[in-house]
């Protein structure tokens, strides 16, 4: 416990102290986010962010932590995320390059023994082992969280505390499990490492709220939704229970569902899925009269009630957390759609979003 603690409070200090560091350092290389119509800040800003948390978070972790086989492969993981964002932040990669860069570090994850090796029957204790299906599914996990975490980085402090807020939760969730079942060394790494990550984030948000002096950058928001994916499976992928493996998914119920509310708002506006647009939630929160502020801390308000139906889930029977997560879903669909991010109200609101570009350009 007292080497636990001690690894948390060096992750959030050494992100006290790195982060300014890491900004001079933006500057420098030429790491810089330039506002744009379709960008919220109105200045230049370093955006290297994502530097400082792995940093703060590799260091506390070796210097406190047994690197298992496990571990060590969520550091490299991690680490060519992190270069891959810093290219991309410093010179810019193509969307496909990117996920092909996201691929190779899930496949470096999977060569340390980290996948998930079977799926669950909702409704009875039965498991299908996956076999050679586990790696496309492990890989297709972790872009899509990867990539979920990255595109909700659009207001200052955002994506960070949601990665945050989300590993706390899946420490609180895999405690709980290998609490009850024993817990496998693997399981109680993912734990502690997810309270390490969320440390070296909250020290990070000091500059990274709104006001924000200093962005996550693709380096950032990547590596935040790599982390918290692969430490989901460390933890909770070979649980005994369908609930494990919904668990997760219900942890980062923002970023996917707003991944997910984005792919068909694009597809039915006959854009390309990579094309950026102002319809995430975040931007439809701004739009019907949010501050900046508001904004951030409504979500954050978001994801602490899903964060703790997470928790709910994990001490209830099975058959009540499919209701509970049936009841769940259902609000909120229902939400996303009243604020117009899903549905026809969304696509409405793409397509003039669209059209107003397009005669933008026309003029230019």
């Given at each position: 416990?007292?080497?636990?603690v001690?690894?948390?409070?060096?992750?959030f200090?050494?992100?006290?102290?790195?982060?300014?560091?890491?900004?001079?350092l933006?500057?420098?290389c030429?790491?810089?986010?330039?506002?744009?119509?379709?960008?919220?800040?109105?200045?230049?800003?370093?955006?290297?962010?994502?530097?400082?948390?792995?940093?703060?978070?590799?260091?506390?972790?070796?210097?406190?932590?047994?690197?298992?086989?496990?571990?060590?492969?969520?550091?490299?993981?991690?680490?060519?995320?992190?270069?891959?964002?810093?290219?991309?932040?410093?010179?810019?990669?193509?969307?496909?390059v990117?996920?092909?860069g996201q691929?190779?570090?899930?496949?470096?994850?999977?060569?340390?023994?980290?996948?998930?090796?079977?799926?669950?029957?909702?409704?009875?204790?039965?498991?299908?082992?996956?076999?050679i299906?586990?790696?496309?599914?492990?890989?297709?996990?972790?872009?899509?969280?990867?990539?979920?975490?990255?595109?909700?980085?659009?207001?200052?402090?955002?994506?960070?505390?949601?990665?945050?807020?989300?590993?706390?939760?899946?420490?609180?969730?895999?405690?709980?499990?290998?609490?009850?079942?024993?817990?496998?060394?693997?399981?109680?790494?993912?734990?502690?490492?997810a309270?390490?990550?969320?440390?070296?984030?909250?020290g990070?948000?000091?500059?990274?709220?709104?006001?924000?002096r200093?962005?996550?950058?693709?380096?950032?928001?990547?590596?935040?939704?790599?982390?918290?994916?692969?430490?989901?499976?460390?933890?909770?992928?070979?649980?005994?229970?369908?609930v494990?493996?919904?668990?997760?998914?219900?942890?980062?119920?923002?970023?996917?569902?707003?991944?997910?509310?984005?792919?068909?708002?694009?597809?039915?506006?006959?854009?390309?899925?990579?094309?950026?647009d102002?319809?995430?939630?975040?931007?439809?929160?701004?739009?019907?009269?949010?501050?900046?502020?508001?904004?951030?801390?409504?979500?954050?308000?978001?994801?602490?009630?899903?964060?703790?139906?997470?928790?709910?889930?994990?001490?209830?029977?099975?058959?009540?957390?499919?209701?509970?997560?049936?009841?769940?879903?259902?609000?909120?669909?229902?939400?996303?759609?009243?604020?117009?991010?899903?549905?026809?109200?969304?696509?409405a609101?793409y397509?003039?979003?669209?059209?107003?570009?397009?005669?933008?350009?026309?003029?230019?």
């Open positions: 416990m007292q080497i636990m001690t690894a948390v409070l060096l992750a200090v050494l992100a006290l102290l790195v982060t300014p560091m890491i900004r001079k933006a500057f420098k030429g790491a810089l986010d330039c506002p744009n119509h379709r960008k919220i800040h109105k200045q230049v800003m370093p955006r290297l962010g994502g530097l400082a948390i792995f940093i703060s978070f590799v260091v506390a972790v070796a210097l406190t932590r047994e690197i298992t086989l496990q571990t060590a492969g969520l550091l490299l993981g991690g680490a060519l995320i992190v270069l891959l964002g810093y290219i991309d932040d410093t010179k810019g990669v193509s969307p496909w990117k996920l092909g691929v190779v570090a899930a496949c470096v994850v999977i060569s340390f023994g980290l996948k998930v090796e079977f799926l669950t029957n909702p409704f009875s204790s039965e498991s299908l082992a996956l076999g299906l586990s790696i496309p599914v492990t890989i297709l996990w972790i872009i899509s969280v990867t990539n979920a975490v990255n595109l909700i980085d659009g207001l200052d402090g955002l994506a960070g505390g949601t990665a945050g807020i989300a590993s706390l939760t899946l420490a609180a969730v895999v405690w709980i499990e290998a609490s009850r079942t024993g817990g496998t060394q693997g399981q109680w790494d993912a734990a502690v490492l309270l390490v990550l969320a440390a070296a984030i909250i990070f948000l000091r500059y990274n709220f709104f006001p924000a200093i962005f996550l950058g693709d380096s950032g928001s990547m590596y935040l939704g790599f982390s918290v994916a692969t430490l989901a499976i460390m933890g909770l992928a070979k649980g005994a229970t369908y494990s493996i919904i668990i997760p998914v219900v942890i980062l119920g923002i970023p996917i569902l707003d991944t997910v509310f984005a792919i068909v708002r694009r597809y039915q506006g006959h854009k390309p899925i990579f094309q950026p102002k319809e995430h939630l975040h931007h439809r929160l701004l739009q019907i009269g949010l501050s900046h502020r508001q904004a951030v801390v409504s979500l954050y308000g978001v994801n602490v009630v899903l964060g703790i139906s997470a928790i709910a889930m994990t001490l209830i029977p099975p058959k009540q957390a499919m209701i509970f997560l049936l009841v769940l879903s259902t609000v909120i669909l229902a939400l996303a759609n009243r604020i117009g991010i899903a549905g026809a109200r969304g696509k609101t397509l003039s979003q669209t059209n107003k570009e397009k005669q933008r350009s026309s003029r230019m």
